[in-house]
Nanobody, 120 residues
Framework: QVQLVESGGGLVQPGGSLRLSCAAS????????MGWYRQAPGKQREFVAT???????DYTDSVKGRFTISRDNAKNTVYLQMNSLKFEDMAVYYC??????????????WGQGTQVTVSS
């Protein structure tokens, strides 16, 4: 079994910053692409950013220049630094990871989500 545990969400004013973390644990042989998605009330879950095991990154256009995704492969942890937050960034943020387990099966996992609230 593999678990993804997110942390770092909270309440922030517009223009503020938050840093999300997501640690993968369990029967992990290797983690591949890790990323962040978000879901606002009444909307579908959407892509935010991903990072490969080699460090290549991709972002949705609305967060480019404001968010930075990074990872620590030794800790199986992915981060999302969010700066210049806007009202429209408010959502539940979900961590996602492709994990090769000890049985050498690659499975896609989701975290439980962490709430990001942007309010003045």
């Amino acid at each position: 079994q593999v678990q993804l545990v997110e942390s770092g969400g909270g309440l922030v004013q517009p223009g503020g910053s938050l840093r999300l973390s997501c640690a993968a644990s369990g029967r992990i042989f290797r983690t591949y692409t890790m990323g962040w998605y978000r879901q606002a009330p009444g909307k579908q879950r959407e892509f935010v950013a991903t990072i490969t095991s080699g460090g290549s990154t991709d972002y949705t256009d609305s967060v480019k220049g404001r968010f930075t995704i990074s990872r620590d492969n030794a800790k199986n942890t992915v981060y999302l630094q969010m700066n210049s937050l806007k009202f429209e960034d408010m959502a539940v943020y979900y961590c996602n990871a492709n994990v090769e387990t000890l049985t050498r099966t690659t499975i896609n996992y989701w975290g439980q989500g962490t709430q990001v609230t942007v309010s003045s």
